[in-house]
């Protein structure tokens, strides 16, 4: 499965943005998927993830009742709705799914062996 991760740019502080990760290939009803995010200088973390049919989701306490993930198995698209953005949210968001993904696993990158090139956000004080 390919993925194409769309949706990032500039925002102030207090602002949303809603970012959508777009499979192409096989079925991507398949495949959990997850948003990671990598801010400049630290380490690729974990933002969140949803099962395949969509029951399931896992959010980091960091976005917790700020963003929300969901998807679309029609559209094969997942998106991170991401309200109430703070600078700290700044980062490249990559998107990745697995067909072997369940929620105790969702959250550890090293499980994903399908990634998108990443789409930058960018939140100004």
């Known amino acids: 499965v390919q993925l194409q991760a769309s949706g990032g740019g500039l925002v102030q502080a207090g602002g949303s943005l809603k970012l959508s990760c777009t499979a192409s290939g096989r079925t991507f009803s398949s495949y959990a998927t997850g948003w990671f995010r990598q801010a400049p200088g630290k380490e690729r973390e974990f933002v969140a993830g949803?099962?395949?049919?969509?029951?399931?989701?896992l959010h980091a306490d960091s976005v917790k009742g700020r963003f929300t993930i969901s998807r679309d198995n029609a559209k094969k698209t997942v998106y991170l709705q991401m309200n109430s953005l703070k600078p700290e949210d700044t980062a490249v968001y990559y998107c990745?799914?697995?067909?072997?993904?369940?929620?105790?696993?969702?959250?550890?990158?090293?499980?994903?062996?399908?990634w998108g090139q990443g789409t930058l956000v960018t939140v100004s004080s």
């Open positions: 949803i099962t395949r049919s969509g029951g399931g989701r």
């Open positions: 990745a799914a697995d067909p072997r993904i369940i929620t105790s696993s969702m959250s550890r990158s090293g499980e994903y062996d399908y």
